[in-house]
């Protein structure tokens, strides 16, 4: 049985305690409520609350507009995803593999895709490919580098699920006569995934909000749509209050689900 | 390798000193995101409802929210409501709120790593509360969470890419390299040196992260 730090430390307080512990908690919604007023009139004395600047919300073009953003945004975080998880699985075996010739490579490959910013990526597909003479859509302008520097993150988080997955199991498959290949795609990868899923999930988090970038290469996700319409409606403060609104649920949506995939399976 | 030595030749300066700005903003950033993420943390465990409420959205919405996106809210809206922050503050104060946020769920996790007969035990000596929990739960959950606050910094390295996003004074890597890339031809090559560097610093946090995690670490 384990309690929370909270519930030894605070959980059978004296009576003069839980008098002491109202009065503050009072007194800090009293002040918390103050400086959400504060910034409400803020807003106010800055005329952000004029209802031109809010009205074309009640219109649905504009939502309609922001959903489309928002598929685009989807649109390219899914196919980087499904990318990184394949190719972040090639790496992966590029690691584990026994000839130096191929793991050395892939180890380089990875530390290179990992340490190596995504904007920076996206910059060179952006400005220096062209340069080179290949030219990407803005799609892949985003999506491969959110990709390319996803799938080395994956492949390290792929590795420490296979690591995790007791040698007992592959021994034992072994002497059964399977192959290496049998072993590792048929028990010891399959366990592995049950390990890393929340992590893996964590991973698309962090795919959402790198294709941010996307107004960098004027791809129509949710930030270059949201600029689109501040030019409209010359409205900034309210737009982007709402776009960055929108990141935070779509994000917290994914940990939400994260924290419950990761519970233990029996 | 013959454009890269050409290369830095031209720009061997200006690569030096938009490293050293790459590493001031990751240092200027971790510093009191962690700070901020250690006073949220110990905030978050009294026993508070309106304070806890509101430190918990506090860290989902900096845990969920597109640095870029935080970057350019503070750039170029909070002017429109009066509060005028420099582009290097901006670009400081987005990662220090983003970092406090991670540090704040790391922490968490590190103190439920510490067996809560710690904590009764404590108590039972006559410590208060708060004693406790600076002088027993806290020294511990650092000790655990120097791996995960390890990946956290290098994130925030590679992170300060964004400050090409705004018109900073001076250069970081990523700003120089696409300004080489619109100016010559050199795109390739300056990509090549930036990566490196950023590279090796990572390398380099990975390294001391790992030490200091080795002469930490609590084995349970």
Known sequence: MSRSLENILFGAPSPQAQTVTRVVSGVAAVVLLLMAAAVVFRFHSAGQLEPRLWEFFARPTTWAFLGKGLLGTLASAAMAAVIALSLGLVLLLGRLARPRLVRWPSIAVIEFLRGTPTLLLIYVCFLVLPQVGIKLSTYWMLTLPVALSTSAVVAEVYRAGVLAVPRGQTQAARSLGMTEAQVFFHIVFPQALRYIVPALVAQLVIVVKDTTFGYVVTYGELMQNAKVLIANYNSLVPVYLVVAALYCLVNYAISRASKRLGRPVY | ?220
Do not use: H
Request: hydrophobic fraction near 55%; include cysteine; aromatic fraction near 8%.
């Open chain 2, 1 to 220: 390798m013959g454009g890269v030595s050409r290369l830095l030749v031209d720009y061997g300066p200006a690569f030096g000193q938009a490293l050293l700005l790459t590493w001031k903003l990751t240092f200027m950033s971790f510093v009191p995101g962690f700070l901020l993420g250690m006073v949220v943390t110990v905030l978050r465990l009294l026993p508070l409802p309106p304070l806890r409420f509101v430190l918990t959205v506090y860290v989902e919405i900096f845990r969920n929210i597109p640095s870029v996106a935080l970057l350019i809210f503070i750039v170029f809206a909070l002017p429109d409501l009066n509060v005028l922050i420099d582009y290097e503050p901006a670009v400081i104060l987005t990662l220090s709120l983003v970092c406090s946020a991670f540090t704040a769920d790391y922490l968490r996790t590190g103190i439920n790593t510490v067996p809560g007969g710690q904590a009764e035990a404590a108590l039972s000596l006559g410590m208060r509360p708060l004693r406790v929990i600076t002088a027993v739960v806290l020294p511990q959950a650092l000790r655990t969470v120097v791996q995960p606050m390890t990946s956290l910094l290098i994130a925030l390295m590679l992170s300060t890419s964004l400050a090409s996003q705004v018109p900073l004074p001076g250069r970081e890597l990523t700003a120089l390299v696409s300004k080489i890339a619109t100016d010559s031809a050199a795109g390739m090559a300056a990509f090549a040196v930036a990566a490196a560097m950023y590279v090796v610093t990572g390398l380099l946090i990975g390294w001391a992260g790992a030490t200091l995690e080795k002469k930490v670490r609590i084995l349970r």
